[in-house]
């Protein structure tokens, strides 16, 4: 079964401090993983595609890894700030299908 | 980034009435678009792959004829909740498909069914 997994669930960090979010998948496989961000009530926001043929992408302060032997993907936020706080979710796209399969996310918290 | 719009964003509504929900591709077409659900401090459900031009796909334990969806352009797609009940209060939100298969999603619509 292709499933997706976050762990932890939530965390809480003082501003200022580099963060490392993970996610792994079962089945390497992969077309493409994408991360999100949440914002309470509201809809996803696009943040990092990263292509099965790519090992990372970078957007200002954020740096996405890809190891498909491993099965995992991090998220690097440098310098992490009040308002990165938001529910981060990690989502898998598979050979054979369109279809994204999410993680649960994470939530995280930054606190000033 | 690519935009996706859904409307409307909050709805109430009484038990047995349908509700219908748009989700328009603003700056792009998209061959391809998503409706998921999501419940209070949960993940993402998808409910089902919209195809312009040909029936919807629904997910498993999906009721194709309580949630009718719509895709008869390259920017729009519909979601009607027929005969809507408290049970099917949730978040609803769509996504579409740009190049390198890339997801953008809308802001999601709050159903509430009273």
């Known amino acids: 079964k292709q499933e997706v997994t976050q762990i932890p669930a939530a965390l809480s960090v003082p501003e200022g401090e580099n963060l490392v979010l993970n996610c792994s998948f079962t089945?390497?496989?992969?077309?493409?993983l994408q991360w999100f961000r949440q914002d309470p009530g509201k809809g996803l926001t696009s943040l990092l595609l990263?292509?099965?043929?790519?090992r990372e992408q970078t957007s200002g302060r954020l740096n996405a890894s890809l190891d498909k032997s491993s099965g995992r993907s991090t998220l690097y936020i440098a310098a992490s700030q009040p308002g990165d706080s938001a529910t981060y979710l990690c989502?898998?796209?598979?050979?054979?299908?369109?279809?994204?399969?999410f993680g649960k996310g994470m939530k995280l918290t930054v606190n000033p | 980034g690519a935009v996706v719009s859904q409307h409307p964003s909050r709805v109430i509504c009484k038990s047995g009435t349908s509700v219908k929900i748009e989700c328009r591709s603003l700056?792009?077409?998209?061959?391809?678009m998503f409706w998921y659900r999501q419940f209070p401090k949960q993940s993402l459900m998808l409910m089902a792959t919209?195809?312009?031009?040909?029936?919807?796909?629904?997910e498993q334990g999906v009721e194709k004829d309580k949630f009718l969806i719509n895709h008869a352009s390259l920017t729009l797609s519909t979601l009607t909740v027929t005969s809507a009940h408290p049970e099917d209060s949730s978040f609803y939100i769509c996504?579409?498909?740009?190049?390198?298969?890339?997801?953008?999603f809308g802001p999601g619509t709050r159903l509430t069914v009273l």
């Open positions: 989502a898998v796209r598979w050979g054979g299908s369109e279809k994204l399969v």
């Open positions: 996504s579409a498909v740009l190049r390198d298969n890339e997801q953008f």
């Open positions: 700056d792009f077409q998209a061959t391809t």
């Open positions: 990263i292509q099965s043929s790519q």
């Open positions: 919209s195809n312009e031009g040909s029936k919807a796909t629904y």
């Open positions: 089945d390497s496989a992969i077309y493409n």
